[in-house]
Protein backbone atom coordinates (compact mmCIF):
# COMPACT_ATOMS: atom_id res chain seq x y z
CA UNK A 1 0.00 0.00 0.00
CA UNK A 2 1.27 3.29 -0.84
CA UNK A 3 1.93 6.02 2.10
CA UNK A 4 1.22 9.28 2.56
CA UNK A 5 2.81 11.55 5.52
CA UNK A 6 1.24 15.39 6.40
CA UNK A 7 2.97 18.27 8.03
CA UNK A 8 0.08 21.70 9.12
CA UNK A 9 1.91 24.92 10.11
CA UNK A 10 -0.49 27.85 10.57
CA UNK A 11 -4.01 28.07 11.65
CA UNK A 12 -6.94 26.02 12.37
CA UNK A 13 -8.26 26.47 9.35
CA UNK A 14 -5.38 25.10 7.26
CA UNK A 15 -5.48 21.96 9.39
CA UNK A 16 -8.71 21.51 8.40
CA UNK A 17 -7.90 21.59 4.97
CA UNK A 18 -4.97 18.91 5.68
CA UNK A 19 -7.15 16.44 6.58
CA UNK A 20 -9.51 16.88 3.77
CA UNK A 21 -6.78 16.37 1.59
CA UNK A 22 -5.80 13.28 3.84
CA UNK A 23 -9.31 11.48 3.17
CA UNK A 24 -9.32 12.01 -0.45
CA UNK A 25 -5.47 10.09 -0.68
CA UNK A 26 -6.96 7.49 1.97
CA UNK A 27 -9.78 7.15 -0.69
CA UNK A 28 -7.12 6.39 -2.82
CA UNK A 29 -6.19 3.60 -1.35
CA UNK A 30 -3.13 5.31 1.22
CA UNK A 31 -2.01 4.52 4.13
CA UNK A 32 -1.50 7.84 6.38
CA UNK A 33 1.91 7.52 8.29
CA UNK A 34 3.56 10.08 11.21
CA UNK A 35 5.36 12.88 9.50
CA UNK A 36 9.28 12.13 9.62
CA UNK A 37 8.65 8.52 9.03
CA UNK A 38 9.05 7.19 5.84
CA UNK A 39 7.05 7.39 3.18
CA UNK A 40 6.56 7.39 -0.73
CA UNK A 41 4.40 11.36 -0.21
CA UNK A 42 5.11 14.65 2.01
CA UNK A 43 2.50 17.03 1.62
CA UNK A 44 3.50 20.23 4.10
CA UNK A 45 0.77 22.81 3.87
CA UNK A 46 2.31 25.83 4.87
CA UNK A 47 1.42 29.12 6.67
CA UNK A 48 2.51 33.11 5.90
CA UNK A 49 1.18 34.95 8.86
CA UNK A 50 4.74 36.32 9.88
CA UNK A 51 8.41 36.13 8.48
CA UNK A 52 9.47 33.57 11.21
CA UNK A 53 6.40 31.19 9.68
CA UNK A 54 8.13 31.73 6.70
CA UNK A 55 11.33 30.48 8.19
CA UNK A 56 10.05 27.73 10.05
CA UNK A 57 8.42 26.61 6.69
CA UNK A 58 11.43 26.24 4.51
CA UNK A 59 12.79 24.28 7.68
CA UNK A 60 10.52 22.00 8.15
CA UNK A 61 10.47 21.35 4.07
CA UNK A 62 14.61 20.74 4.31
CA UNK A 63 14.37 18.51 7.36
CA UNK A 64 11.34 16.33 5.77
CA UNK A 65 13.82 16.29 2.43
CA UNK A 66 16.32 14.66 4.75
CA UNK A 67 14.80 12.12 6.44
CA UNK A 68 12.81 10.78 3.51
CA UNK A 69 15.04 11.81 0.19
CA UNK A 70 13.46 9.53 -2.12
CA UNK A 71 9.74 10.67 -1.01
CA UNK A 72 7.74 12.92 -3.55
CA UNK A 73 7.38 16.06 -1.87
CA UNK A 74 4.02 18.40 -2.41
CA UNK A 75 4.22 22.07 -0.66
CA UNK A 76 1.45 24.02 -0.55
CA UNK A 77 -0.52 26.32 1.68
CA UNK A 78 -0.71 30.21 1.76
CA UNK A 79 3.34 30.92 1.56
CA UNK A 80 3.24 28.73 -1.41
CA UNK A 81 0.35 30.97 -2.62
CA UNK A 82 2.87 34.09 -1.67
CA UNK A 83 6.21 32.61 -2.47
CA UNK A 84 6.01 29.81 -4.75
CA UNK A 85 9.78 30.60 -6.01
CA UNK A 86 11.56 30.11 -2.67
CA UNK A 87 9.71 26.72 -2.37
CA UNK A 88 10.30 25.89 -5.34
CA UNK A 89 14.26 26.58 -4.98
CA UNK A 90 14.49 23.94 -2.55
CA UNK A 91 16.19 21.07 -3.72
CA UNK A 92 14.48 18.04 -3.05
CA UNK A 93 10.33 19.67 -3.51
CA UNK A 94 8.75 18.28 -6.41
CA UNK A 95 5.71 20.21 -6.36
CA UNK A 96 4.47 23.54 -5.03
CA UNK A 97 0.60 23.84 -5.20
CA UNK A 98 -0.89 27.22 -4.30
CA UNK A 99 -4.27 27.74 -2.07
CA UNK A 100 -6.87 26.86 -4.45
CA UNK A 101 -4.42 24.22 -6.70
CA UNK A 102 -4.03 22.20 -3.40
CA UNK A 103 -7.09 20.39 -3.92
CA UNK A 104 -6.53 19.33 -7.82
CA UNK A 105 -3.92 17.76 -6.37
CA UNK A 106 -4.56 14.45 -8.08
CA UNK A 107 -5.59 16.18 -11.33
CA UNK A 108 -2.24 17.76 -11.15
CA UNK A 109 0.14 15.14 -9.97
CA UNK A 110 -0.98 11.76 -10.15
CA UNK A 111 1.89 9.58 -10.32
CA UNK A 112 4.28 11.30 -7.57
CA UNK A 113 7.30 10.35 -10.05
CA UNK A 114 10.65 12.45 -8.83
CA UNK A 115 11.90 14.06 -11.66
CA UNK A 116 14.49 16.70 -12.09
CA UNK A 117 12.34 19.91 -12.44
CA UNK A 118 9.94 20.87 -9.94
CA UNK A 119 6.34 21.95 -11.16
CA UNK A 120 4.36 24.93 -9.98
CA UNK A 121 1.18 25.42 -9.68
CA UNK A 122 -0.32 28.63 -8.71
CA UNK A 123 -3.47 29.96 -9.95
CA UNK A 124 -4.08 33.55 -9.12
CA UNK A 125 -6.90 34.15 -6.09
CA UNK A 126 -8.10 36.80 -6.45
CA UNK A 127 -10.90 36.87 -8.00
CA UNK A 128 -12.03 33.24 -7.07
CA UNK A 129 -15.28 33.06 -5.87
CA UNK A 130 -14.91 29.09 -5.36
CA UNK A 131 -15.42 27.48 -1.83
CA UNK A 132 -13.72 24.31 -0.81
CA UNK A 133 -15.34 22.85 2.07
CA UNK A 134 -12.54 20.73 4.34
CA UNK A 135 -13.21 19.90 8.49
CA UNK A 136 -10.55 18.55 10.41
CA UNK A 137 -9.75 14.68 10.97
CA UNK A 138 -12.70 12.41 12.20
CA UNK A 139 -12.90 12.59 16.29
CA UNK A 140 -15.12 11.94 18.53
CA UNK A 141 -14.49 15.15 20.40
CA UNK A 142 -13.85 18.48 18.73
CA UNK A 143 -14.13 19.13 14.87
CA UNK A 144 -12.62 22.05 13.52
CA UNK A 145 -15.50 22.85 10.39
CA UNK A 146 -14.34 25.64 7.79
CA UNK A 147 -17.66 27.15 6.81
CA UNK A 148 -15.62 30.60 5.30
CA UNK A 149 -13.06 31.17 3.59
CA UNK A 150 -10.52 34.44 2.43
CA UNK A 151 -11.06 38.41 3.72
CA UNK A 152 -12.27 41.32 2.34
CA UNK A 153 -10.16 44.07 4.89
CA UNK A 154 -7.49 45.42 4.27
CA UNK A 155 -5.49 45.73 7.45
CA UNK A 156 -2.29 47.31 7.03
CA UNK A 157 -0.11 44.70 8.27
CA UNK A 158 -1.83 41.12 7.01
CA UNK A 159 -1.20 39.65 3.93
CA UNK A 160 -3.80 36.89 4.38
CA UNK A 161 -6.14 38.47 1.56
CA UNK A 162 -3.39 38.17 -0.63
CA UNK A 163 -2.97 34.98 0.30
CA UNK A 164 -6.79 33.52 0.67
CA UNK A 165 -8.42 35.64 -1.54
CA UNK A 166 -11.98 37.26 -1.15
CA UNK A 167 -14.49 36.59 1.34
CA UNK A 168 -16.37 33.55 0.37
CA UNK A 169 -18.52 30.85 1.98
CA UNK A 170 -20.38 27.71 1.49
CA UNK A 171 -24.51 27.93 2.24
CA UNK A 172 -26.24 27.42 5.56
CA UNK A 173 -28.06 24.04 4.48
CA UNK A 174 -24.95 22.76 2.80
CA UNK A 175 -23.28 23.20 6.95
CA UNK A 176 -26.41 21.59 8.25
CA UNK A 177 -25.64 18.46 6.12
CA UNK A 178 -22.50 18.35 6.66
CA UNK A 179 -23.01 18.49 10.28
CA UNK A 180 -25.32 16.23 10.46
CA UNK A 181 -22.91 13.34 9.05
CA UNK A 182 -20.38 14.68 11.84
CA UNK A 183 -22.64 13.74 14.71
CA UNK A 184 -23.84 10.94 13.30
CA UNK A 185 -19.88 9.76 13.62
CA UNK A 186 -20.05 10.73 16.75
CA UNK A 187 -18.45 14.30 17.05
CA UNK A 188 -19.28 16.00 20.25
CA UNK A 189 -18.21 19.44 19.64
CA UNK A 190 -17.96 21.58 15.71
CA UNK A 191 -15.36 24.82 15.81
CA UNK A 192 -17.19 27.10 13.11
CA UNK A 193 -13.69 28.14 11.39
CA UNK A 194 -12.96 30.71 9.06
CA UNK A 195 -10.54 33.27 7.88
CA UNK A 196 -12.91 36.21 8.69
CA UNK A 197 -15.80 34.59 9.60
CA UNK A 198 -17.92 37.62 10.72
CA UNK A 199 -18.46 37.85 7.07
CA UNK A 200 -19.71 34.77 6.74
CA UNK A 201 -22.89 34.13 4.17
CA UNK A 202 -22.31 37.89 2.92
CA UNK A 203 -21.98 36.69 -0.70
CA UNK A 204 -24.30 34.40 -0.74
CA UNK A 205 -27.60 36.72 1.05
CA UNK A 206 -26.60 34.72 4.44
CA UNK A 207 -25.11 35.91 7.69
CA UNK A 208 -23.71 34.53 10.31
CA UNK A 209 -26.75 34.94 12.81
CA UNK A 210 -28.44 32.78 10.16
CA UNK A 211 -26.30 29.69 10.50
CA UNK A 212 -25.80 29.93 14.04
CA UNK A 213 -29.59 29.78 14.44
CA UNK A 214 -30.25 27.65 11.77
CA UNK A 215 -27.41 25.23 13.99
CA UNK A 216 -29.04 25.68 16.91
CA UNK A 217 -32.58 24.45 16.10
CA UNK A 218 -31.88 21.96 13.29
CA UNK A 219 -28.55 19.69 14.77
CA UNK A 220 -28.11 17.55 17.71
CA UNK A 221 -24.39 17.66 18.06
CA UNK A 222 -24.13 19.04 21.88
CA UNK A 223 -21.88 22.05 21.59
CA UNK A 224 -20.83 24.83 18.49
CA UNK A 225 -18.36 27.41 19.25
CA UNK A 226 -16.82 30.14 16.92
CA UNK A 227 -12.98 30.30 16.74
CA UNK A 228 -12.38 34.09 16.10
CA UNK A 229 -14.76 36.96 15.15
CA UNK A 230 -13.50 40.53 14.37
CA UNK A 231 -15.21 42.32 17.14
CA UNK A 232 -16.69 44.95 14.66
CA UNK A 233 -18.86 42.00 13.29
CA UNK A 234 -20.24 41.15 16.36
CA UNK A 235 -23.84 42.25 16.72
CA UNK A 236 -26.56 42.80 18.93
CA UNK A 237 -28.45 39.94 17.87
CA UNK A 238 -25.53 37.64 17.63
CA UNK A 239 -24.66 37.96 21.33
CA UNK A 240 -28.13 37.98 22.35
CA UNK A 241 -28.78 34.77 20.46
CA UNK A 242 -25.83 32.95 21.83
CA UNK A 243 -26.48 34.14 25.54
CA UNK A 244 -30.09 32.34 25.14
CA UNK A 245 -28.87 29.26 23.31
CA UNK A 246 -28.59 25.84 24.47
CA UNK A 247 -25.59 24.61 21.56
CA UNK A 248 -23.77 27.76 21.13
CA UNK A 249 -20.82 27.93 24.10
CA UNK A 250 -20.51 31.29 26.07
CA UNK A 251 -16.60 31.54 24.60
CA UNK A 252 -15.76 34.34 22.57
CA UNK A 253 -12.65 34.94 20.61
CA UNK A 254 -12.34 39.03 19.61
CA UNK A 255 -8.27 40.11 18.14
CA UNK A 256 -8.06 43.67 19.18
CA UNK A 257 -4.69 43.87 18.05
CA UNK A 258 -3.87 47.51 20.20
CA UNK A 259 -5.95 49.17 22.62
CA UNK A 260 -4.49 52.49 21.17
CA UNK A 261 -6.92 54.01 18.58
CA UNK A 262 -3.79 55.62 16.61
CA UNK A 263 -2.60 52.61 16.23
CA UNK A 264 -5.70 50.65 15.23
CA UNK A 265 -5.74 53.37 13.08
CA UNK A 266 -2.58 52.74 11.64
CA UNK A 267 -3.41 48.67 11.42
CA UNK A 268 -6.77 49.93 9.19
CA UNK A 269 -8.80 47.90 11.86
CA UNK A 270 -12.07 48.84 11.27
CA UNK A 271 -13.17 49.46 15.03
CA UNK A 272 -11.88 51.62 17.97
CA UNK A 273 -11.21 50.55 21.74
CA UNK A 274 -14.87 51.97 22.49
CA UNK A 275 -16.21 49.61 20.30
CA UNK A 276 -14.26 46.87 21.53
CA UNK A 277 -14.83 47.59 25.19
CA UNK A 278 -18.70 47.84 24.55
CA UNK A 279 -19.01 44.11 22.63
CA UNK A 280 -16.69 43.28 25.82
CA UNK A 281 -19.11 44.22 28.30
CA UNK A 282 -22.78 43.68 26.67
CA UNK A 283 -21.07 39.91 26.38
CA UNK A 284 -20.46 39.95 30.02
CA UNK A 285 -23.69 41.81 30.66
CA UNK A 286 -25.81 38.53 29.36
CA UNK A 287 -23.06 35.71 30.31
CA UNK A 288 -21.14 36.69 33.03
CA UNK A 289 -19.60 33.36 32.83
CA UNK A 290 -18.38 34.03 29.29
CA UNK A 291 -14.58 33.43 28.46
CA UNK A 292 -13.73 36.06 25.83
CA UNK A 293 -9.67 35.60 24.38
CA UNK A 294 -8.00 38.24 22.61
CA UNK A 295 -5.24 38.80 20.27
CA UNK A 296 -2.85 41.63 20.46
CA UNK A 297 0.35 42.57 18.06
CA UNK A 298 3.21 44.88 19.22
CA UNK A 299 6.19 46.60 18.49
CA UNK A 300 3.48 47.39 15.17
CA UNK A 301 5.55 50.48 13.25
CA UNK A 302 4.76 53.83 15.26
CA UNK A 303 3.69 52.11 18.09
CA UNK A 304 5.47 54.41 21.33
CA UNK A 305 5.89 53.39 24.79
CA UNK A 306 3.14 55.38 25.30
CA UNK A 307 0.76 53.20 23.02
CA UNK A 308 1.96 50.53 24.57
CA UNK A 309 0.98 51.61 28.06
CA UNK A 310 -2.46 52.60 26.77
CA UNK A 311 -2.82 48.85 25.64
CA UNK A 312 -1.70 47.66 28.62
CA UNK A 313 -3.98 49.75 30.83
CA UNK A 314 -7.10 48.91 28.54
CA UNK A 315 -6.50 45.08 28.82
CA UNK A 316 -5.90 45.35 32.50
CA UNK A 317 -9.20 46.80 32.92
CA UNK A 318 -11.36 44.84 30.51
CA UNK A 319 -12.70 41.43 31.67
CA UNK A 320 -10.96 39.39 29.17
CA UNK A 321 -9.81 35.69 29.97
CA UNK A 322 -6.80 35.36 28.45
CA UNK A 323 -5.02 36.99 25.41
CA UNK A 324 -2.45 35.35 22.69
CA UNK A 325 0.59 38.86 21.83
CA UNK A 326 2.33 38.66 18.45
CA UNK A 327 5.02 40.15 17.88
CA UNK A 328 5.10 42.16 14.82
CA UNK A 329 6.81 41.27 11.87
CA UNK A 330 7.40 43.04 8.27
CA UNK A 331 5.36 41.66 5.51
CA UNK A 332 7.18 42.76 2.37
CA UNK A 333 4.33 43.85 0.33
CA UNK A 334 2.07 45.21 2.94
CA UNK A 335 1.37 49.04 3.86
CA UNK A 336 3.07 48.48 7.56
CA UNK A 337 6.32 47.44 6.39
CA UNK A 338 6.48 49.19 2.90
CA UNK A 339 5.57 52.84 4.09
CA UNK A 340 4.52 53.07 7.86
CA UNK A 341 8.01 51.01 9.20
CA UNK A 342 10.19 53.64 6.73
CA UNK A 343 8.24 56.47 7.63
CA UNK A 344 10.83 56.10 10.78
CA UNK A 345 8.28 54.20 13.26
CA UNK A 346 10.27 50.57 13.18
CA UNK A 347 10.19 49.62 16.54
CA UNK A 348 13.58 47.55 17.94
CA UNK A 349 13.73 44.26 17.93
CA UNK A 350 14.17 43.68 21.58
CA UNK A 351 11.31 46.18 22.72
CA UNK A 352 9.29 44.12 20.53
CA UNK A 353 10.46 41.27 22.15
CA UNK A 354 10.08 43.07 25.91
CA UNK A 355 6.42 43.98 25.33
CA UNK A 356 5.72 40.74 24.14
CA UNK A 357 6.88 39.52 27.48
CA UNK A 358 4.40 42.02 29.37
CA UNK A 359 1.74 40.73 27.51
CA UNK A 360 2.39 37.56 27.93
CA UNK A 361 2.52 37.56 31.51
CA UNK A 362 -0.85 39.31 31.70
CA UNK A 363 -2.27 36.88 29.69
CA UNK A 364 -1.43 34.60 32.70
CA UNK A 365 -2.78 36.63 34.87
CA UNK A 366 -5.98 37.41 33.19
CA UNK A 367 -6.74 33.49 32.56
CA UNK A 368 -5.76 32.53 36.33
CA UNK A 369 -8.12 35.01 37.39
CA UNK A 370 -10.88 34.05 35.21
CA UNK A 371 -10.11 30.49 36.39
CA UNK A 372 -10.31 31.54 39.93
CA UNK A 373 -13.66 33.37 39.41
CA UNK A 374 -15.43 29.94 37.90
CA UNK A 375 -14.47 27.83 41.00
CA UNK A 376 -17.90 26.55 42.73
CA UNK A 377 -19.60 26.66 39.16
CA UNK A 378 -20.74 23.47 37.93
CA UNK A 379 -20.23 23.66 33.79
CA UNK A 380 -20.40 20.82 30.89
CA UNK A 381 -17.24 19.32 29.92
CA UNK A 382 -15.97 17.26 26.84
CA UNK A 383 -13.15 14.96 28.05
CA UNK A 384 -11.30 14.85 25.33
CA UNK A 385 -7.57 12.74 26.08
CA UNK A 386 -6.41 10.75 29.05
CA UNK A 387 -3.02 10.89 30.44
CA UNK A 388 -2.11 8.19 32.96
CA UNK A 389 -4.85 7.92 35.10
CA UNK A 390 -5.72 11.57 34.48
CA UNK A 391 -8.55 12.73 32.13
CA UNK A 392 -8.86 16.67 30.74
CA UNK A 393 -10.81 18.79 28.56
CA UNK A 394 -12.65 21.96 28.29
CA UNK A 395 -15.66 23.49 29.86
CA UNK A 396 -18.21 25.02 27.67
CA UNK A 397 -16.87 28.03 28.87
CA UNK A 398 -13.46 27.05 27.67
CA UNK A 399 -11.77 26.42 31.04
CA UNK A 400 -9.04 23.84 30.98
CA UNK A 401 -10.31 21.12 33.54
CA UNK A 402 -9.16 17.50 34.57
CA UNK A 403 -10.07 14.89 37.16
CA UNK A 404 -7.34 12.52 38.25
CA UNK A 405 -9.74 9.45 39.12
CA UNK A 406 -12.78 9.25 37.11
CA UNK A 407 -14.57 6.46 34.93
CA UNK A 408 -14.82 8.99 32.05
CA UNK A 409 -13.43 8.27 28.51
CA UNK A 410 -12.49 10.65 26.02
CA UNK A 411 -16.03 12.29 24.26
CA UNK A 412 -18.07 11.73 26.99
CA UNK A 413 -19.82 14.55 28.15
CA UNK A 414 -20.52 15.29 31.33
CA UNK A 415 -21.93 17.75 33.99
CA UNK A 416 -18.86 18.93 36.64
CA UNK A 417 -18.21 21.14 39.14
CA UNK A 418 -15.22 23.13 39.34
CA UNK A 419 -13.05 22.71 42.62
CA UNK A 420 -9.70 24.09 42.63
CA UNK A 421 -6.75 25.40 40.19
CA UNK A 422 -3.43 23.21 39.63
CA UNK A 423 -0.18 23.80 39.45
CA UNK A 424 -0.38 22.44 36.11
CA UNK A 425 -2.68 26.10 35.32
CA UNK A 426 -5.92 23.83 34.92
CA UNK A 427 -8.59 22.84 37.18
CA UNK A 428 -9.12 20.10 39.04
CA UNK A 429 -12.72 18.93 39.18
CA UNK A 430 -15.30 16.83 40.63
CA UNK A 431 -18.97 15.28 39.46
CA UNK A 432 -21.67 17.64 39.85
CA UNK A 433 -23.76 14.87 41.15
CA UNK A 434 -21.24 13.80 43.87
CA UNK A 435 -21.55 15.71 47.35
CA UNK A 436 -18.18 16.83 48.65
CA UNK A 437 -16.58 15.30 51.31
CA UNK A 438 -17.00 16.97 54.41
CA UNK A 439 -14.66 15.82 57.46
CA UNK A 440 -16.64 15.02 60.68
CA UNK A 441 -14.82 15.58 63.78
S1 LIG B 1 -9.50 40.86 9.21
FE1 LIG B 1 -7.53 41.89 8.89
S2 LIG B 1 -6.06 40.57 10.03
FE2 LIG B 1 -7.91 39.33 9.69
S3 LIG B 1 -7.49 38.22 7.76
FE3 LIG B 1 -8.64 40.09 7.24
S4 LIG B 1 -7.04 41.58 6.70
FE4 LIG B 1 -6.03 39.92 7.85
New binding site residues.
Partial sequence: MPSVSFHTLGCKLNFTETSTIGRTFQTRGYDIVPFGSCSDVVVINTCTVTEEANRKCRQTVRRAIRKNPNAYVIVTGCYAQLKPLELSAIDGVDLVLGSNDKFELFTLASTFEKSESTQVHVSCIDGTLEFKSSHSGDSRTRTFLKVQDG?D???SF?T??KARGRSRSTTVSDILEQVHLLSASGTREVVLSG??IGLFGQDKGESLLELVVALENFTEIPRFRISSI?PNLVTDELIEFIASAVRFVPHFHMPLQSGDDAILGLMRRRYRRDRYADRVARIKRLMPEACIGTDVIVGFPGETDEHFRNTVAFLEDLPVSYLHAFTYSERPGTLAAEELSTAGGIVPKEIRSHRNRVLRGLSEKKRAGFYREQIGTTRTVVWESTRDDTISGFTDNYVRVERSSHTAVPGQVESVVLESLTDRGTVEVRDALQLPVIAII
Fill in positions: CYSCCIPVNE
